[in-house]
């Protein structure tokens, strides 16, 4: 039997996989905690504690505009996309695509990637 850790490493590879424009993708805490990461060289705690403020503040803003529930946080630059959803009240997902990359792909795969793994750690 898979361990929660080896399951949830392995939806982030099904990512990976999928979509080959993904250079990037992480579960932190909400915290700002690494849980799993396929991040290249990047510095992990870094990219978790920076990608959980992030998710945090949008968070905030969202509440202070009485807009609703937080979905997601997208933020476009030259080179790519970064995704940031919300996975309960826990954890992040962090994406990074490339800029070539379909957006709504992205958000479709996060989405399902999400299910999973909010499966994976609430069983």
């Known amino acids: 039997m898979k361990s929660r850790y080896e399951a949830v490493n392995q939806v982030l590879e099904m990512l990976r996989r999928d979509n080959p424009g993904l250079d990037a993708v992480a579960l932190v805490t909400s915290d700002g905690m690494p849980v799993a990461s396929q991040i290249g060289e990047a510095d992990e705690l870094k990219v978790s504690a920076m990608a959980a403020t992030l998710q945090g503040v949008a968070e905030q803003v969202i509440k202070e505009l ?20 919300s996975i309960g009240k826990d954890f992040v997902l962090v994406l990074l695509v490339r800029a070539e990359s379909k ?11 999400s299910q999973r793994i909010d499966k994976i750690l609430n069983s």
């Not at 476009?76 to 959803?85: A, D, F, H, N, P």
């Not at 957006?103 to 990637?113: K, R, S």
């Open 66 to 85: 009485r807009g609703g529930s937080l979905k997601h946080v997208i933020v476009t630059s030259e080179g790519g996309t970064l995704v940031i959803k």
């Open 103 to 113: 957006l709504g792909f992205t958000l479709w795969q996060a989405e399902l990637a």
